[in-house]
Every structure is written in structure tokens, then in C-alpha cells.
């Protein structure tokens, strides 16, 4: 059996959906994990470019995808983003939904933007999609799962049980039960035929000897737990979340492939400590379009950071590096890798869980000499050139893990592979 996770290694956009389209071209199903309609996973080929927040992009190839229990997943969005995707001639026939995931509804958006609103100049810079909200209701035990959101009568009485309680926490809501019931039966409906016990369905891939591909939401340094806390997402995106959020044992996986970019980037509030704030970082946010997928929002931008993919690594066993966006940093004269953090004058490896001391560190840097080559169509690593090949190696001797692939640009067919991992 083979099971690969692909983990995005910083704090999300690094392009995971771009090498999961790669590597789901090997997988016979590809699952995600955790999250909900907050990520954004652009794909590109053939000419067209794909913008996908729930669904899995090994929608594209084997178009077998499981959206497991660990998510949190509002079906009105899921019923767009499958109707963008027939209406492009991309089948989801092969889409299979956990009835252990749990459902977003209208008043966990409104929630979301409430509490936003309420953090004033300390909130922090959610998406609004209900997701926080969702997470609280599964953890306090008064959420509404998927499968029981399929049976109608099911489905009305425990609205009847949680609308109250959450309008008793937050008497400013304005929703009615049958209001809710009503609509939201009909996408229960649609999303029925695809519900099943997801967790059941992956010990018989495995059993069969299946090659199944995990793929995260977001990246690892917005973990609830490992991430810059309270600024972070409301789950696990690392391979530290794969289990729970998928219902597999951890000798289910094999390969654990993290996610970076060349540079840094980051949307939102909370620390940042190798963020450039210059001209250099609006060049490289204009080459690498660095804005959004969901909210479209201007990511800021730092250098590359090993003290956070080292963390990364940990959390997630990382068995390989794929380093995206490297064609971007062409151009620039002079790299910097941080290597290290000081803190209080002292020398430190990780990142200090108190976000106060966090936002006192101080990046150590290391300076290479960058090129002015076009990497745009290389095919191999030693068609780089030199300054570039250094870059890569002191990366990988940082944060001591091997390169497993890199990419030199959006199309599928620009990204060399270095070992195989499927």
C-alpha cells in the first residue's frame, strides 16, 4: 500500500494543489483532510487555470476524491464548485463525502464576521467562511454532521436542538429554523448519493493495495496547536492531521512531501519574521502574483524561512521538499535565508510558542548571490544555473530534509522531479 501526504509547509499558498494535480496522475484516489471552503488551490494546465476551494484537484485526473471527516464543509459552496466544474466538462462523479464531516450553516458565517468585528485592530483575518464556528459547534458537541444532515427529519430536529442554543450566545442573529430547514434540505438532497463512510472506503483502498494521496488545506504554521497562535486556522493542516481527519492509521503513510515556496509568504494578521516590507517585496509580489485565491487579498512577503520549514518538518516527519515559485526569484541580486531566530539576545531554533516573544525575534541571516537566467524551461537540476542549484542545496542542508522536486513555473509540465515519490 502507498499512502503520500502533501503538506503545505509554511503558512499556506505554496502551491499544494499545483503538485497535488502532479502526483494524483500516479494516485487512484486523492483525500483531503481537514479545512473547508477557506483554502484556495489554483491549478493550471492545458491552457486553463482552475481556482478550487473544497474539492481535492486529483479532481482533474483519477476524478476519485474523498472529502474526509475531518473537514468542515458548507454543501451550498460544494454545489457551486461542482457546478464550475461540469460547467468547464470536469465530471465529480467520483466524489465521495464523509458522514462524519461537519456542516456549515448560515449562522456560522455570520458568527465568524461577528467575532471579527468584536477583535477590532487584534482580529484575525479569518475568511469569514464559518469555519472557526463550525470547529467550536464539533468540539462542543452540538454540530451537525453530514450524516445527518442527509435525513431530513433527522436534519430539522437537531436544527431545532442548536438554533436555540446559538441564538440564547447570540441573541443579535436573525435566523429561523424553517428558514434554514428549508433551503438547505435541497442541497442535502444533491450532496446524498455521495455520503458514505469514507474512513471504511480508505481501509479497502489500502487493503487493495491502492496508491491514496492526502493532500491539507492552508500550511503548517497556521496548526491550532504548532502554529502562531491565536492567529491561525481552527485545525491541523500538517500530516500531524491525517489520521483523525481521515480515519487511517499512521503505517498508512509513507511519504510525507512538504510544500514550500522560494520565499515566504503569508495572508492575514500574527507574526512574520522575515517579512520584507521594500521594493524587493513588492517585485516579488507582482512576479509571483502574490494575491489570494479566496479573498484576493495582497500576501505579504518575506524571505525564506528555516526556522519555520524546520518546525514544519517535525510536526510532519517530512520525507522530501518540493520548493515552488523558484523561477520568481530571478532577477534579484542578492538572497537571504534566515537561519535562525535571536531572541533576548539569545540564538534560537524554533518558534517561541508566546506569540509576544514571537513578534520580538529577530531573523539571522545568511546571504547568497542570486541569477539572472531564465529557469522557466529547465527540465533537470543541473540545467539551473550555479547560484541557483546553491540556493536549493543550502535550503535542503538547512532544513535537513532532501529536495524531493522543484518548480520553475505554473504549468504542470514545469516541475522537475527529483525522486519519485509514487
Known amino acids: 500500500m502507498s499512502g503520500i501526504v502533501v503538506v503545505g509547509s509554511q503558512w499556506g ?36 487555470k482552475f481556482a478550487l476551494r473544497l474539492i481535492p484537484s486529483g479532481i482533474f485526473t483519477s476524478g476519485n476524491v474523498i472529502l474526509g471527516n475531518g473537514m468542515v464543509i458548507n454543501p451550498k459552496a460544494l454545489l457551486e464548485e461542482m457546478k464550475y466544474l461540469n460547467d468547464a466538462g470536469v465530471s465529480t462523479d467520483g466524489i465521495k463525502i464523509s458522514d462524519r464531516a461537519h456542516v456549515i450553516l448560515p449562522y456560522h458565517l455570520e458568527i465568524d464576521a461577528m467575532q471579527e468585528k468584536l477583535r477590532g485592530d487584534k482580529n484575525i483575518g479569518t475568511t469569514k467562511k464559518g469555519i472557526g464556528p463550525t470547529y467550536v459547534d464539533k468540539y462542543a458537541r452540538i454540530g451537525i454532521r453530514v450524516g445527518e444532515f442527509i435525513h431530513e427529519e433527522l436534519f430539522r430536529s437537531r436544527l431545532e ?137 495582497p500576501r505579504r512577503i518575506g524571505w525564506f524561512d528555516a526556522v519555520v520549514v524546520n518546525q514544519s518538518r517535525r510536526m510532519s516527519g517530512l520525507t522530501g521538499l518540493s520548493i515552488m515559485l523558484l523561477d520568481v526569484l530571478t532577477g534579484i541580486e542578492t538572497l537571504k535565508l534566515c537561519t535562525a531566530y535571536q531572541l533576548n539576545g539569545e540564538i534560537i531554533h524554533a518558534l517561541p510558542a508566546v506569540i509576544q516573544e514571537l513578534d520580538k525575534v529577530e531573523p539571522i541571516y545568511e546571504e547568497m548571490p542570486g541569477w539572472s537566467e531564465d529557469i522557466t524551461h529547465v527540465t533537470s537540476f543541473e540545467e539551473l544555473p550555479i547560484n541557483c542549484q546553491n540556493y536549493l542545496k543550502r535550503i535542503s542542508e538547512l532544513v535537513h530534509c532532501p529536495i524531493a522536486m522543484f518548480s520553475v513555473g505554473p504549468d504542470r509540465e514545469q516541475t522537475i522531479i527529483l525522486k519519485e515519490v509514487i
Not at 22 to 41: E, P, T
Not at 217 to 223: F, K, N, R, V
Open 161 to 297: 436542538e442548536v438554533l436555540p442554543l446559538k441564538l440564547r450566545e447570540y441573541p443579535e442573529l436573525d435566523f429561523h429554523v424553517e428558514d434554514i430547514f428549508q433551503e438547505y434540505k435541497e442541497y442535502a438532497k444533491m450532496i446524498k448519493p455521495m455520503v458514505t463512510d469514507t474512513g471504511l472506503l480508505l481501509d479497502e483502498y489500502f487493503r487493495q493495495d491502492k496508491k491514496v494521496l492526502f493532500e491539507g488545506a492552508q500550511g503548517t504554521m497556521l496548526d491550532i496547536d504548532y502554529g502562531t497562535y491565536p492567529y491561525v486556522t481552527s485545525s491541523h493542516p500538517g500530516a500531524n492531521g491525517v489520521c483523525e481527519g481521515a480515519g487511517i492509521g499512521p503505517v498508512n503513510i509513507d511519504e510525507v512531501i512538504g510544500i514550500v515556496k522560494a520565499y515566504t509568504t503569508r495572508v492575514g494578521s500574527g507574526a512574520f519574521p522575515t517579512e520584507i516590507d521594500d521594493e524587493v517585496g513588492n517585485r516579488i509580489r507582482e512576479v509571483g502574483r502574490e494575491y489570494g485565491t479566496v479573498t484576493k487579498r
Open 13 to 48: 499558498d505554496e502551491g499544494k494543489g499545483k503538485i497535488t494535480d502532479y502526483l494524483a496522475q500516479k494516485a487512484d484516489v486523492v483525500v483531503r483532510y481537514q479545512g473547508g471552503n477557506n483554502a484556495g488551490h489554483t491549478i493550471e494546465f492545458n491552457g486553463q
